[in-house]
């Protein structure tokens, strides 16, 4: 099956810093969502791009589909960006989403 | 706004007593899911209803069931929680199956089993 790929797996930040967030996937695939959950646990959809680049706020990501990758830039962090960052596929081998493990960000105060 | 809401959030339960947790949409859509998600770990996919037609992952416990009595209803029951149970679960909708669609979560239950 497809295997989904974050990385870096932990990130430290003070506030105000930039990140970029990796995930790679080892297949096509039809849509791509990148989520935050915040440290309560609530699962937020941040983008749903299975190629191209959107735009939200601080936030934006871009899909590079025949790369099998998509990227996700936080810029001018601040403290409520903390939690884990996941990005899920769906491809043709499967109908549920098939999840990476996460990026764990912390950013500090 | 349209949204997916999650009752409880937090729920703490005896271990062996049955145990209900619920979910409703806003949103109209056909497909309903939950997930279990344990500490440090991606979410897992339970089972799905597509309108009411329920489907079922393979390595899902028998000891968890599902209702879906409308489309803007869902409800997971787990007959007998054990402590391994203990986790937060997730609600989800779409509009569609896969693969052209996009899933939107409720803010989750966390259960704990004492």
């Known amino acids: 099956g497809i295997q989904v790929e974050q990385s870096p797996p932990d990130l430290i930040l003070q506030e105000g810093a930039n990140s970029t967030l990796r995930c790679n996937f080892s297949d096509s695939v039809n849509n791509l969502q990148w989520f935050h959950q915040n440290p309560w646990g609530q699962l937020i959809n941040l983008f749903y791009?299975?190629?191209?680049?959107k735009q939200n706020g601080r936030l934006s990501a871009t899909t590079v589909a025949t790369e099998r990758y998509s990227l996700l830039y936080i810029s001018s962090s601040q403290t409520t960006d903390s939690g884990v960052y996941f990005c899920a596929v769906y491809w043709d081998g499967n109908y549920q989403l098939i999840w990476g493990a996460g990026t764990k960000l912390i950013i500090k105060p | 706004d349209a949204m997916v809401i999650q009752n409880p959030r937090y729920q703490v339960t005896q271990f062996g007593k049955p145990v209900t947790l619920s979910c409703s949409q806003t949103?109209?859509?056909?497909?309903m899911y939950w997930y279990q998600q344990k500490s440090s770990q991606a979410p897992k996919l339970l089972f799905h209803y597509y309108d009411k037609d329920f489907n079922n992952e393979a390595d899902t416990p028998d000891n968890f069931q599902s209702r879906r009595p409308n489309t803007s209803f869902c409800f997971l029951d787990i007959r007998s929680p054990g402590l391994g149970d203990a986790a937060m679960y997730l609600c989800a909708t779409s509009r569609d199956v896969a693969p052209n669609t996009e899933a939107f979560f409720g803010q989750g239950t966390r259960l704990t089993v004492v």
């Open positions: 791009i299975p190629s191209g680049t």
């Open positions: 949103l109209n859509h056909n497909v």
